[in-house]
């Protein structure tokens, strides 16, 4: 991604000299010209303001590691108070919208990929390059060897950063051990880089002990060896299809979903639903969960501690990179971001970038691993497993987190919705999720699967 640094203007260190310009300091973003607004990276300490962040209600482990943020940020500015709001995952869009509108929307806003895509086409999320050269070029820090950029731009779009990580996020597979243990499977398999037909060796063992063990004869309909996420979240669905060469656009707004690749890869997944009931077929009764402690394998990004928090799965689990999907010689493991941005209406945006590089920040890290983010860190200097000081490793220096860093260049994130404009976000999401979806409905067929994809699509770009 091209950088064009800039040097400090007067306005970027008018917070850190103080006297005549104190009435400059209070009011850092203002502007009342039609220019764009000035980025403003340093901020005086005893700066006051009250500042409002977005998380995902229901998330434990965001809101300790957002708590553990905040306060390491307020013994840099003690001033400014950050208050917590809460959004739903499941109506994230439609909520940001509303806020947005409303001029209620807080100034920083918890978003991941593929859904900062639907933040950048409302034009709520502010761009960020400006900050981060103007951070650079201060000595803040060294963008490019600090950090593993390239997840910095899986948050980004048209050339310009909107979401800054706040952890590395990739696809691993969490698994039951005790459950596998009971089932009496042969587990030496399971290991980073291990392959699909690997994955399915392992399942076809446990498939079978569901089938002809007398202990599970009036629930083998129900239970199933891998959750129902397969084929329902873009960052195991997508991937599969690459992994077979589909795509679903491109730069053109051609849709390339009516192929053979496409086909093959719906196929694949009909056969572990329909025939080989490794996971559910679509509108099945589903009696196990492995959040319940009753399915043995996950395919997840999440921290490992908020598994394994858990009563039901606590000391039973453990994780191992995504199979590779080896027929084509493309294997694709998905990989994203959570993190935050910053809302473009904020009329306190220095403020809300201080925040951003206390997330960025050596500090900012280990204290929000230290609230629970045990996912691999955004930056370099804490990569290292064997580390001690490590945060987010310890504690958990017994289980595989070699895992979430295996196979780095396997990994892809839902890189397609960037190919045409943001605002086809939500259709593309939806097209896709709703043709692997149909692949494992019974009373559909692959060639239909394809076709509404297609037509929703079309249908979308018309609009």
């Known amino acids: 991604m091209k950088k064009l640094f800039q040097k400090l203007t007067l306005l970027s260190v008018v ?7 104190a009435s400059c300091v209070n009011n850092p973003q203002e502007n009342t010209s039609q220019e764009p607004e000035e980025a403003v990276v340093e901020l005086d300490k005893n700066y006051k303001a009250d500042l409002s962040i977005l998380i995902p209600s229901g998330n434990e482990n965001e809101t300790t590691m957002i708590d553990n943020l905040i306060e390491a940020f307020n ?12 959004v739903s995952v499941s109506s ?3 909520t940001v919208r509303n806020q947005l509108a409303a001029k209620t929307l807080p100034d920083i806003v918890w978003s991941n990929s593929p859904d900062f895509y639907s933040l950048v086409g409302m034009k709520a999320a502010l761009p960020l390059n400006d900050y981060i050269e103007k951070a650079e070029a201060a000595g803040h820090f060294n963008f490019k060897n600090d950090y593993l950029t390239e997840y910095f731009d899986m948050g980004s779009s048209a050339g310009k ?10 696809v691993v597979t969490f698994y039951n051990k005790r459950l596998l243990r009971e089932a009496g499977v042969n587990t030496d398999k399971i290991k980073n880089g291990w392959t699909w037909s690997d994955f399915e060796s392992v399942l076809a063992e446990y498939r079978n002990y569901l089938d002809t063990n007398p202990k599970m004869a009036s629930k083998k309909d129900i239970y199933y060896c891998l959750d129902a996420n397969l ?21 053109k707004k051609e849709i390339l979903l009516d192929s ?3 086909r093959e890869t719906l196929n694949f997944c009909r056969d572990l639903a329909l025939n080989k009931r490794y996971i559910p077929k679509s509108g099945a009764s589903i009696g196990s969960s492995f959040d319940a402690g009753t399915s043995p394998f996950l395919f997840q990004s999440a921290s490992i501690s908020l598994f394994n928090n858990k009563k039901t799965l606590k000391g039973d689990i453990d994780i191992v990179s995504f199979p590779l999907i080896d027929q084509k010689n493309t294997p694709k493991i998905g990989s994203g971001i959570a993190g935050y941005c910053i809302n ?5 945006k220095a403020a809300a970038w201080q925040f951003i590089e206390k997330l960025m920040s050596y500090d900012g890290q280990q204290a929000m691993a230290r609230g629970g983010l045990h996912l691999p860190s955004i930056r370099k200097d804490l990569q290292d497993l064997n580390d001690s000081t490590v945060e987010w490793v310890k504690g958990y220096e017994t289980f595989n987190l070699a895992a979430y860093t295996y196979g780095g260049e396997y990994k892809v994130t839902t890189d397609f919705i960037g190919k045409v404009d ?4 939500a259709n593309l999401d939806e097209a896709v999720k709703t043709m692997f979806d149909y692949s494992i409905k019974e009373n559909k067929t692959i060639d239909q699967a394809i076709e509404i994809a297609v037509k929703n699509i079309k249908n979308a770009f018309k609009r």
């Open 344 to 348: 473009s209406q904020s009329k306190e």
């Open 422 to 425: 943001t605002k086809y976000k």
């Open 15 to 21: 917070g850190i000299t103080g006297g005549t310009l």
């Open 92 to 94: 994230y869009e439609n």
């Open 161 to 170: 950063y909107y979401c800054v990580p706040r952890s590395c996020d990739s």
């Open 231 to 251: 084929t329902s979240w873009l960052y195991t669905c997508y991937p599969m299809l690459r992994s077979f060469g589909g795509e679903v656009v491109n730069e």
């Open 260 to 262: 053979a690749e496409t």
């Open 75 to 86: 013994e840099d500015y003690p001033n400014i108070t950050i208050n917590k709001k809460n």
